[in-house]
């Protein structure tokens, strides 16, 4: 049995097993995408992204602990960034999430970021629909620590909750024209901190600048580690999830996302083509030479190798 | 493309001391390793069901509380019940050193005491793990 029958057989190795080829880049992962993306998306992807330290994880497990009292299925896809020095990377976010580690209805997979730019794994797209597979209708997505550019999170969840601390006060506004733009719902999280009141005047007093009609992105404040507010949350996220699905919104953006993704792959499929027929890079060097002594421009001589293809 | 190694460091049983674990945790880092680290007090059950989930290649347990003769073995046990027999299982913490041929017996395939430097662990994941 492939990996592809194998998963939706149930079996979490073989899931483990598929998620680790697509980290990696491996060959043998596209044959049983193919097979998995013709079952069912998962229902719901939520995303959580914001500040390292602001609680995250402690969110996601908080959230798996209500969706599994209902007996939903539940994936989480948690991203820690790798060192851009060693390459390694210490995946941290299970710590808060371990009380769900031996629940067969919930599965959780932490991924390094490896050098991915924009707060996910270039992994992330095809994981959520591995764990779809496995049978999780939820799937959280937890990004890795963000400030301001990090919003591919957006490309991939239906609702997106920024999670904030009043201690990043300044830092607020600092995100302001980043992650707090794709924010759906914005979850002050540490309430109990100092300038926990300031803070969400803050927030929004930014949000209410957004122009009428369209959805009214709404502060739910929470001490996570205590599970206070979490239920403000949750049925934060289930009036988006109705808002959204209304009208229209929820198809067009993962329409919009499907082309995004469909983008990606393309790109890296022509990129490891055109790539293998490259210059190697003594030949490189060889014609780099006359940039060194000014005969030619880089430009110029890019322009020449893109025709000798 | 790079593939980086992935590892499981766990505390099973009931002492605190996590100082060891994320000494190693983070020489594996920077020595270019995943390391998937999920804090203290864990159940060999935990232990197992994560490294599967996370489908790590390696399992580092660290113990300083004594129960390394039941807890280890244990670990291993799971995870063969599971399929996953094939994880390589590495211990570390106060072992007497009596105790290392039951725990290599057990399934455990190294034992790394006080004193180890992290470059012996290191060396000993890249040789064990192609």
């Given at each position: 049995?492939?990996?592809?029958?194998?998963?939706?057989?149930?079996?979490?190795?073989?899931?483990?097993?598929?998620?680790?080829?697509?980290?990696?880049?491996?060959?043998?992962?596209?044959?049983?995408?193919?097979?998995?993306?013709?079952?069912?998306?998962?229902?719901?992807?939520?995303?959580l992204t914001g500040p390292p330290g602001a609680g995250k994880s402690t969110i996601a497990d908080a959230l798996v602990g209500r969706y599994r009292a209902r007996g939903e299925r539940v994936g989480v896809l948690a991203v820690d960034p790798s060192s851009p020095i060693s390459g390694g990377a210490v995946l941290g976010d299970r710590i808060r999430m371990q009380r769900h580690a031996t629940d067969g209805g919930v599965f959780i997979r932490s991924m390094a970021s490896r050098s991915w730019p924009g707060g996910l794994s270039r992994a992330a797209a095809d994981a959520v629909r591995v764990l779809a597979a496995h049978g999780c209708r939820t799937v959280i997505v937890e990004t890795v620590g963000t400030g301001q550019g990090e919003v591919d999170v957006t490309r991939i969840a239906d609702t997106v909750v920024l999670v904030c601390?009043?201690?990043?006060?300044?830092?607020?506004?600092?995100?302001?024209?980043?992650?707090?733009?794709?924010?759906?719902?914005?979850?002050?999280?540490?309430?109990?901190?100092?300038?926990?009141?300031?803070?969400?005047?803050?927030?929004?007093?930014?949000?209410?600048?957004?122009?009428?009609?369209?959805?009214?992105?709404?502060?739910?404040?929470?001490?996570?580690?205590?599970?206070?507010?979490?239920?403000?949350?949750?049925?934060?996220?289930?009036?988006?999830?109705?808002?959204?699905?209304?009208g229209g919104i929820l198809g067009r953006k993962r329409l919009a996302n499907a082309a995004h993704h469909l983008r990606s792959i393309v790109r890296e499929r022509l990129l490891e083509k055109i790539a293998a027929r490259l210059p190697d890079d003594r030949e490189m060097e060889r014609r780099a030479a006359r940039l060194l002594d000014g005969s030619i421009d880089p430009y110029s001589l890019a322009e020449e190798i893109i025709e000798s293809l | 493309m790079k593939k980086p190694i992935r590892v499981l460091i766990a505390k099973p049983g009931l002492d605190g001391h996590d100082r060891g674990a994320i000494v190693v945790a983070h020489a594996l880092r920077d020595a270019g390793f995943e390391v998937i680290y999920t804090g203290i007090r864990q159940t060999p059950e935990q232990i197992a069901a994560t490294a599967v989930q996370e489908d790590v290649r390696a399992v580092g347990l660290s113990c300083l509380s004594g129960a390394h003769l039941r807890l280890f073995p244990r670990v291993v046990e799971i995870l063969r019940e599971k399929g996953a027999g094939d994880i390589l299982v590495f211990g570390g913490g106060i072992v007497p050193e009596e105790d290392i041929p039951r725990l290599k017996e057990a399934g455990i395939a190294a034992v790394f005491g006080p004193g180890t430097m992290t470059a012996e662990i290191i060396d000993y994941l890249r040789r064990s793990i192609t």
């Open positions: 049995m492939g990996l592809a029958a194998a998963i939706a057989n149930g079996d979490a190795r073989a899931a483990s097993r598929l998620l680790s080829w697509i980290e990696d880049g491996d060959r043998r992962a596209a044959a049983e995408l193919k097979e998995l993306y013709r079952l069912p998306a998962p229902s719901s992807v939520l995303g601390t009043p201690a990043a006060g300044d830092k607020i506004q600092a995100i302001k024209a980043g992650v707090l733009e794709i924010a759906d719902i914005v979850a002050l999280n540490k309430d109990d901190l100092p300038d926990a009141d300031v803070a969400a005047r803050s927030i929004e007093t930014a949000f209410r600048m957004r122009p009428p009609g369209g959805w009214r992105v709404p502060l739910v404040r929470t001490r996570a580690r205590d599970g206070e507010g979490i239920g403000g949350l949750a049925s934060a996220i289930e009036r988006h999830g109705r808002f959204i699905a209304g | -």
